[in-house]
T-cell receptor, first 115, second 113 residues
């Protein structure tokens, strides 16, 4: 089955700890994205990547880091500098280029909580 | 700057009643418009999209949306709501020449039996 897999589904972070959220896609999409979702605030873009080994900051990148070493994978690290990490994190992917393929597909999300 | 506004945070309708969820966007060029639905604790599922052509687009689960350029709106409609439609709905705008999307803050739909 083609799709986007996020793991783990639930994650707990201790004070001062870095944690990494996994996102893998087998859709052969070039672009990948990370969003943060808080109640009543919709989706806010953290980072996005249009090609391997390249990524750009979104609207709320502070306290987060990413890498894009493989086309299929776009892990997000929530660092200790992110003081309010409790949220639902969504990974998405999309094809580049033609308009017929410019649709974002989403994973099932990871809920991160602070212990 | 690009933005998407969903003015209704919560909407409650009776099962079998019609539904309209509002979406207004701000974008300088021709927008690409989307509606997504999210069940609790889940990711977003695409309901429908507008890229060009006919301004009334049909989607999955009996939903449709109409693009009105003069009003900068892309409202979602369904003639008869089912209890399973209870979820949160997000409107989004994107563009072909870059892969950044902007989402509204969502509308939570409750369905009364």
């Amino acid at each position: 089955d083609g799709g986007i897999t996020q793991s783990p589904k639930y994650l707990f972070r201790k004070e001062g700890q870095n944690v990494t959220l996994s996102c893998e896609q087998n859709l052969n999409h070039d672009a990948m994205y990370w969003y943060r979702q808080d109640p009543g605030q919709g989706l806010r873009l953290i980072y996005y990547s249009q090609i391997v080994n390249d990524f750009q900051k979104g609207d709320i990148a502070e306290g987060y880091s990413v890498s894009r070493e493989k086309k299929e994978s776009f892990p997000l690290t929530v660092t200790s500098a992110q003081k309010n990490p409790t949220a639902f994190y969504l990974c998405a992917s999309s094809m580049l280029a033609s308009e017929a393929k410019n649709i974002q597909y989403f994973g099932a999300g990871t809920r991160l909580s602070v212990l | 700057a690009q933005s998407v506004t969903q003015p209704d945070i919560h909407i409650t309708v009776s099962e079998g009643a019609s539904l309209e969820l509002r979406c207004n966007y701000s974008y300088g060029a021709t927008p690409y418009l989307f509606w997504y639905v999210q069940s609790p604790g889940q990711g977003l599922q695409l309901l429908l999209k507008y890229f060009s052509g006919d301004t009334l687009v049909q989607g999955i689960k009996g939903f449709e949306a109409e693009f009105k350029r003069s009003q900068s709106s892309f409202n979602l409609r369904k003639p008869s709501v089912h209890w399973s439609d209870a979820a949160e709905y997000f409107c989004a705008v994107g563009a072909a020449n870059f892969n950044k999307f902007y989402f509204g803050s969502g509308t939570k739909l409750n369905v009364k039996p």
